[in-house]
C-alpha cells in the first residue's frame, strides 16, 4: 500500500506510472477478495472451551486454561480475547496462536483473585485471519460463568501439611518444647534435642541402649475462636489485597488446624456492632459453615467497637477459651481506648492479639535520607514504626498474649502461637 501510495505521488511527475499504480490497486483488491473468499467462503468456524476450577481461592495464583481447536480447511493467525470479570482489571489480556487445519491448541494466562465475591466470566472472542492478513474474521464463542471467590483453601491444604507432616522439614512452623504435664500419654519415642528430660522413660532407655522419652498427647476439645475486626483500620491494603482479607484466610487456615488437633473452632465478627457469631464446634460441616461465614464479610467504614465486642463474648462464649484477635492499632491512642476491654477479656479467657506491621514504613525507615526532606520522612516513619512495637509491649505488660507481623507472614505467626500455647497447656 506504501508503494502504491509513493507510485501515485510520482506519477504527477512520470505520468506513465499511473497506470502502474492503478493496477497495483487492483491487485490490492483482488487479494483482499482472496482473504474474505478463503476466511468466510467456509461453513466450519473455530471452538473454544475454557477451564476454570469451580471455586477460586482468595490472593492465590489461579492458571486459566483456553483450549481453542480450528475446524477451518486453512492455516491461520488466531487472537483470543478471554472477557475476565471487572474484579481483575485484565485490560491488555490477548493471547496469540497459529493454527493449522483441524489443529487444537491450548493457551494459558494466569489470575489472582484480590477480592470475596462473585466473578463473572464473559464470552471468548477470537480473531482469525487468513494467510494474506488483509481481513480479520471474529468467531463469539458462548462462556458466560460466574465462579466464586473464596477464603483460600490452597493455603488452608498448605498449613495443614506443613503442621502434620512427619518430616523435620517443616518450614515456618516452629517445633516447640513441651512446658506442661497436663497432658495424656501417647506414646514412647527417640529423644530428640529439645524434648523435656523429665519424661525419659528409662526402663525403655534400657532395652533399646538409646534415650527414650514419653511423648504425651494435647488437651482436646477446647475452645478457639477467631475474632475479626471489621472496622476501617482494616481496610488497609498491601499487595492488592486488604488486612481484612489476609485476616480471613489466616482464620480458614487456623481453623482447619484447631480440628485437625480434636479442639472445636468457632469464629466473630464485629465493627461498630457485632456481625457474624459461629459457636465453636467441630463437627464435619463446621470448617464449610466457617467458610461460607468468611466468604460474606465486608469492611464496615466504622471505627471498632471493643465494648460491644466484650459484652458479645461474654454472652457467647461459655467457658474459658483461646481468642485470637485479628486487629490493627495505628496509634497508641487507639491502643489506650481499648485497652480496659482487652485486660477484661483476657481475665476471663486466653487473649491473643495480632495486629499488623506498617510494610511500607519499614521500607521507609531503610531508605538512605538523601537531603533534609528525606531525613524528615525516615523519622517519622521511625517513629510510627518503634510506635508499633511499643503499643505490642504495652499488651504484654498486661500479659495479654500479642503478635505484630506482617501480612505475608500472619498465617504462619498464628499457628506457631496456637501450637506454642497448646504445648505450654496455657490453654
Known amino acids: 500500500m506504501v508503494v502504491i501510495i509513493f507510485t501515485f505521488i510520482l506519477s504527477f511527475s512520470f505520468p506513465e506510472l499511473f497506470n502502474i499504480a492503478f493496477a497495483g490497486i487492483g491487485l490490492l483488491l483482488v487479494l483482499v477478495l482472496v482473504d474474505i473468499l478463503f476466511l468466510f467462503g467456509q461453513r466450519n468456524k473455530i471452538t473454544a472451551e475454557r477451564q476454570v476450577p469451580q471455586v477460586l481461592n482468595l490472593g492465590d495464583e489461579t492458571i486459566i486454561h483456553i483450549r481453542i481447536q480450528s475446524e477451518l480447511s486453512i492455516s491461520c493467525s488466531v487472537e483470543v480475547i478471554d472477557e475476565t470479570p471487572y474484579q481483575l482489571q485484565l485490560r491488555n489480556l490477548l493471547l496469540k496462536t497459529e493454527l493449522a487445519p483441524d489443529e487444537k491448541v491450548v493457551l494459558d494466562y494466569s489470575i489472582r483473585p484480590t477480592e470475596r465475591g462473585k466473578y463473572q466470566f464473559g464470552d471468548i472472542q477470537i480473531f482469525a485471519s487468513g494467510f494474506l492478513g488483509f481481513i480479520q474474521r471474529r468467531f463469539t464463542v458462548k462462556a458466560g460463568r460466574d465462579i466464586a471467590v473464596y477464603p483460600s483453601v490452597l493455603q488452608m491444604r498448605q498449613f495443614e501439611l506443613k503442621v502434620f507432616s512427619k518430616m523435620n522439614l517443616t518450614e515456618g512452623i516452629k517445633k516447640v518444647r513441651r512446658l506442661g504435664h497436663s497432658t495424656e500419654f501417647e506414646q514412647i519415642k527417640t529423644y530428640v534435642v529439645g524434648d523435656d ?231
Not at 218 to 231: L, N, V
Not at 243 to 267: C, E
Not at 363 to 387: H, Q, V
Request: charged share 30%; aromatic share 8%; proline share 2%.
Open 197 to 427: 528430660y523429665r519424661n525419659v522413660n528409662w526402663k525403655a532407655t534400657s532395652r533399646k541402649t538409646e534415650l527414650m522419652v514419653n511423648q504425651y498427647e494435647d488437651e482436646k476439645a477446647q475452645q478457639i475462636y477467631c475474632i475479626i475486626d471489621k472496622s476501617r483500620s482494616m481496610r488497609m491494603p498491601f499487595n492488592n489485597m486488604t488486612l481484612l482479607d489476609y485476616a480471613i484466610n489466616s482464620s480458614l487456615v487456623i481453623s482447619n488446624i484447631a480440628m485437625k488437633k480434636s479442639d472445636r473452632a468457632g469464629l466473630i465478627t464485629f465493627s461498630d456492632k457485632m456481625g457474624t457469631r459461629l459457636p465453636a464446634e467441630r463437627s464435619t460441616s463446621q470448617l464449610k459453615k466457617i467458610q461460607d461465614a468468611l466468604y460474606k464479610q465486608k469492611t464496615k467504614f466504622k471505627e471498632a467497637n471493643f465494648e460491644m465486642l466484650y459484652f458479645g463474648t461474654r454472652n457467647l462464649i461459655k467457658g474459658r477459651s483461646l481468642l485470637l484477635l485479628f486487629t490493627n492499632f495505628e496509634s497508641a491512642y487507639s491502643l489506650q481506648r481499648a485497652l480496659p476491654l482487652l485486660r477484661r477479656i483476657n481475665s476471663q479467657h486466653l487473649l491473643v492479639v495480632v495486629f499488623f506491621k506498617n510494610n511500607e514504613l519499614e521500607e521507609m525507615k531503610m531508605k538512605d535520607a538523601e537531603d533534609l526532606r528525606s531525613i524528615y520522612t525516615k523519622t517519622i516513619a521511625e517513629k510510627i514504626a518503634n510506635e508499633k512495637q511499643l503499643i505490642a509491649e504495652e499488651l504484654r505488660k498486661y500479659a495479654i498474649q500479642t503478635i505484630l507481623t506482617t501480612p505475608e507472614k500472619l498465617s504462619v505467626d498464628t499457628i506457631n502461637k496456637y501450637l506454642e500455647l497448646k504445648s505450654r497447656g496455657l490453654i
